[in-house]
T-cell receptor, first 113, second 114 residues
């Protein structure tokens, strides 16, 4: 069975700071990787996804993530955060041959204006 | 924007009562998923349907839980004889019939057991 680890549970940054959220997964086969974001009071929204090809994936709102297969990692990055990025971020994985998503425990990001 | 719709948004009930939640997926999506999320955790998979067929059930889904998707459209999740530990946010998601289609989530139903 697959598992996902998100190392940072709470992150506090000032506006314009750079962001990197860690995500590592455990699974023996080929996987699809996702980052979802949940803004306060809203539903989970897809930020970006990786299925195959270029390991550097660009998503919405200036976010990107890099898949490093040798490290089983899929870290999320943004060069300069904004107050509106305050949200909870979830890394998720599913096997390429399967459907169900396995989520990490999430990282709460607070951006100070 | 017709996203995934869940009803009700909140449900408060006494322990031992039965509850039923409804999920309406995005209309062209034929895969539908149920997840449960508790405080401080990410969503945990419960079950999923392709059209009307329930293809996988998690061990989290005890005998008190049942899910249906008649005619491959909306889905219901019923919990019988609710317990304190059932208090959680129940999330529904849908995706298109392509293995690379991402899942789109609804707002969830928050269940509180008194």
């Amino acid at each position: 069975a697959q598992s996902v680890s998100q190392h940072n549970h709470h992150v506090i940054l000032s506006e314009a700071a750079s962001l990197e959220l860690g995500c590592n997964y455990s699974y023996g086969g080929t996987v699809n990787l996702f980052w979802y974001v949940q803004y306060p009071g809203q539903h989970l929204q897809l930020l970006l996804k990786y299925f195959s090809g270029d390991p550097l994936v660009k998503g919405i709102k200036g976010f990107e993530a890099e898949f490093i297969k040798s490290k089983f990692s899929f870290n999320l990055r943004k060069p300069s955060v904004q107050w509106s990025d305050t949200a909870e971020y979830f890394c998720a994985v599913n096997p390429s041959s399967g459907d169900k998503l396995t989520f990490g425990t999430g990282t709460r990001l607070a951006v100070r204006p | 924007d017709t996203g995934v719709s869940q009803d009700p948004r909140h449900k408060i009930t006494k322990r031992g009562q039965n509850v039923t939640f409804r999920c309406d997926p995005i209309s062209e999506h034929n895969r539908l998923y149920w997840y449960r999320q508790t405080l401080g955790q990410g969503p945990e998979f419960l079950t999923y349907f392709q059209n009307e067929a329930q293809l996988e059930k998690s061990r989290l889904l005890s005998d008190r839980f049942s899910a249906e998707r008649p005619k491959g459209s909306f889905s219901t999740l019923e919990i019988q004889r609710t317990e304190q530990g059932d208090s959680a946010m129940y999330l529904c998601a849908s995706s298109s019939d392509r293995l690379t289609g991402p899942q789109h989530f609804g707002d969830g139903t928050r269940l509180s057991i008194l």
